[in-house]
């Protein structure tokens, strides 16, 4: 057996790893390349293999850096079975629709700009560019799935058998073993997928993964802890509170997939136990909504806190002062709305989408707050918010900054150094010969390392984009 890594290596975007057997390719996700624009685009449109070569895919998780190319190989010619958890595939649905849109709005941007360019200076590159992939292409994309529930064992290949166990991160998220069966011994491979950290809202806690002879894992916070869970609610409860007693309003940039239902949730156990005044709650983002109905869907993959809300005949993402908004006519009227009242809405860096029509409107108001609830990367709009800079640019304006600016940190989807080294504990002891890890910054994956080596005496490999190793 032969692995190949083909994204999420030393970066933490583009998760792809190909693995060999037995004369047949098979791909452990197809994710986006998320970067600098040219080279996204070249990393995302050229494959490094033909797409028809690919036997099966199987896909860890639905977020976008994880499945988000995989269109891309359908436009190419793949028409195999893509497996994974019902969840994910239905979540597949409004994201990667999302995606191809997000896709053919930015190459009409971009021809749009070439041709006035070249009304000016007729020799200028005036090549009209193609989306990576259209709606067309996701659509293709769907009738590929293969829904396979969470610890249910699939031939996917002579020999080749595909299981999985909750890694949660996100709803419908796994890790995945993968058992090679032709010839003498078999031999397993794990993939860790994203890791979650036990006690995020919604979802179960990450599962351990049977034993393995070779683990990929990731190590997006490979040197860092994170702060205890339990202080979420009434860091959460105390900045809704001040923000009502002053009139304000909370504006709440939040990726629409997972983090804002997570906010949601724990608003309406805050509203049920009294904690926080009651005022008018607005989630802003039609895919949001759209994802809101999939996690709906899906009570099956609930923790016991969340399941309680079904018990007492609860909808766990809905109570009588919150409010879905998909049409733009309405997001518009809450810019006349008088507050307190908080909005919920994308992007979760504040890069695009409604949120930055909320901002503008609210950001130089002493009154407001603005509550950043997950990772900004550089060089975004909300890490110069978090950083509480004194202007910021938006819509190409500089804005004062004058609104309360809290975080809250806590509800990142994955695992830290010690919850990562707790979660691949139970494999150390059991025949595990070597550690790949991916989907990491190299500080981040050095770091990792380090402590796997000294922790468990395993040995610990950073691969590159592009290499490849034999596996027996
Ligand atoms: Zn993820």
Known sequence: MKLTFWGAAQTVTGSMHEIAYEGRRYLLDCGQYQGRREESKERNSQLPFPAPSIAAVMLSHAHIDHSGNLPTLVKNGYNGPIYTTPASADLCVPMLTDSAHLQEMDAIFVNKRRSRKRLIDPAADGDQVEPLYTTEDAEKTFPLFRQVPMHTPTEVGPGLTYSTVDAGHMLGSTSIVLEARNGGKPL??????????????????????????????????????HQDLGSVKDKFADIVSRTAARGGKIIVPSFAVGRTQQIVLVLHQLTKEGRIPSIPVFVDSPLAVNVTEVFRKHKELFDDETAQFLTDGEDPFGFSRLRYIR???????????????????????????????????????????????????????????????REVPIFGEPMRLRAEVAKLNELSGHA????????????AGKGLKRVFLVHGEPQQQKALARAIQETYGLEVTIPARGDSFVLD
């Open 188 to 225: 397993r491979i794990g993939f860790s997928g994203d890791i979650g950290r036990p006690g995020l809202p919604i979802i179960r806690d990450p599962e351990p993964m049977p034993a393995v002879d070779y683990l990929i894992m990731e190590s997006t916070y490979g040197d860092r802890l």
């Open 327 to 389: 049409d733009v006519n309405e997001s518009k009227a809450l810019n006349d709305l008088r507050g307190p009242f908080m909005v919920i809405s994308a992007s979760g860096m504040c890069e695009a989408g409604r949120i930055l029509h909320h901002l503008r409107n609210n950001i130089e108001n002493p009154r407001n707050t603005v509550l950043i609830t997950g990772f900004q990367a550089e060089n975004t709009l909300g890490r110069k918010i978090v950083n509480k800079q």
């Open 416 to 427: 830290d150094q010690h919850e990562l080294l707790n979660w691949m504990k139970p494999l």
